[in-house]
Nanobody, 122 residues
């Protein structure tokens, strides 16, 4: 059974930082691209960041809205992917989802986590 379990969400003031984690089980983690998406209240889910599987030689990808503030990373030994978020803004408030991606372009997710809520106050 495939499981993606996000953690690390919470309440933070604008300008602050949070680190999200996603622990993955039940799939060959090192062979999957991984991504973070988010869904704000009343809006559609949107792409945040993606990291290719380790041996691909590819680069990380970021949405323009988070470029320079967020960093995605992975630890294949721990079957985990992370999202370090800094200089947070109220517009970053959303439920953040981890996804195991079949493709980076287009970003096609095979599996999703249940999400973790990030709330940024002004």
């Amino acid at each position: 059974q495939v499981q993606l379990l996000e953690s690390g969400g919470g309440f933070v003031q604008a300008g602050g930082a949070l680190r999200l984690s996603c622990e993955v089980s039940g799939l060959p983690f090192s062979k999957y691209h991984m991504g973070w998406f988010r869904q704000a209240p009343g809006k559609e889910r949107e792409f945040v960041a993606a990291i290719p599987w380790s041996w691909s030689g590819g680069s990380t990808i970021y949405a323009d809205s988070v470029e320079g503030r967020f960093t995605i990373s992975r630890d294949d030994a721990k079957n985990a992917v992370y999202l370090q978020m800094s200089s947070l803004k109220p517009d970053d408030t959303a439920v953040y989802y981890c996804a195991a991606l079949r493709n980076l372009v287009p970003r096609t997710a095979d599996y999703w986590g249940k999400g973790t809520l990030v709330t940024v106050s002004s």
